[in-house]
């Protein structure tokens, strides 16, 4: 049964259409972006369209996942041209609210998985993942879904989120999907959008990085300092990128480990000029 297209801004509207639809007994897929919609989000739209009667998109550049010294202000929107590519991918709702439909005056309330918030992004973005937990909660609350789709790219957040819902028992399946990156191993990211070609150029040493990596890993290196050591060379070698960090980590867990004995995620952070990038592999034997 084919749904009417319709974009909503006001959280009690999107809820009481996701109500209906549930009583109807349709299976409701969700996924959470902040536009600047690329391949890779398209990617999460088809991933839900093959696992749901009802595909929610949600676009909310969420200024409570935003440092004060970060680009909310300029980070680039593009609501039409979003649901323009979004629409033919597969989505049949949209949830579009602003900042004040999401957090009326006096709001107070956050979400902190406690220690998967702490290492990787956390360090260097203090209150970043209690603003996208906080968010990523209301959005479920709002747009009730069976299903909840997220890329691997943000592996920090996906974990972050799969705790969550394990903790507060939400009961949405949550589904992750692999990174999807240009032809050259760049991981596609709205903030591609923000490197000059010298930057791009220099950027995709994070996927080269992890490449080398992964490359030793399966040629039996299994010391974490050595892989670690391995994926940093290429981005020490760009003079126009700097790490922010390199790590091996329990890929469940988030804690640090000294060697692989089951399966472990190498995360990266690097600014290219102002921008920051991450990117990450599952090194599993
Ligand atoms: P964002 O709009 O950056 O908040 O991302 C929204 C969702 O898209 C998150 O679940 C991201 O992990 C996912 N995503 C972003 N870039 C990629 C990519 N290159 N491959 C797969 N998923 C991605």
Do not use: W
């Not at 391949?39 to 739209?45: D, I, S, Y």
């Not at 998109?57 to 300029?74: A, C, H, M, W, Y």
Request: one cysteine or more; a neutral charge.
């Amino acid at each position: 049964m084919n749904i009417p297209f319709e974009v909503f801004r006001e959280p009690a509207a999107m809820r009481a259409r996701a109500e209906d639809l549930r009583r109807d007994g349709r299976k409701i897929a969700v996924v959470p972006t902040m536009g600047a919609l690329h391949e890779g989000h398209l990617a999460l739209v088809r991933h839900a369209r093959a696992r749901a009667d009802v595909v929610i998109l949600t676009i909310f550049v969420n200024p409570k996942q935003f440092g004060p010294r970060e680009d909310l202000s300029r980070y680039p929107r593009d609501e039409a041209g979003d649901l323009a590519k979004a629409r033919p991918a597969g989505i049949d709702l949209a949830f579009c609210p602003s900042a004040e439909a999401m957090y009326p005056a006096g709001s107070q309330t956050f979400i902190e998985v406690r220690e998967l918030q702490q290492p990787l992004c956390g360090t260097s973005r203090p209150g970043h993942f209690a603003g996208v937990a906080t968010v990523v909660s209301k959005l479920f609350h709002i747009t009730r879904p069976h299903v909840a789709v997220f890329g691997e790219k943000d592996y920090q957040q996906l974990a972050i989120i799969r705790r969550m819902v394990r903790d507060l028992d939400f009961g949405i399946e949550i589904q992750g999907v692999p990174i999807v990156r240009e032809a050259d191993g760049l991981a596609l990211s709205s903030r591609n959008a923000y490197l000059s070609p010298e930057q791009r150029a220099a950027a995709l040493s994070l996927s080269r990085g992890l490449g080398a990596a992964d490359a030793a890993f399966k040629a039996g290196e299994r010391d974490a300092r050595m892989l670690v050591a391995i994926a940093r060379a290429p981005i020490e070698a760009e003079s126009l990128a700097r790490i922010d960090y390199v790590e091996l980590r329990d890929a469940d867990e988030l804690s640090t480990i000294e060697r692989i004995e089951n399966r472990a995620v190498l995360a990266i952070a690097a600014f290219v000029g102002n921008t920051r990038l991450i990117d990450n592999r599952v090194l599993a034997s």
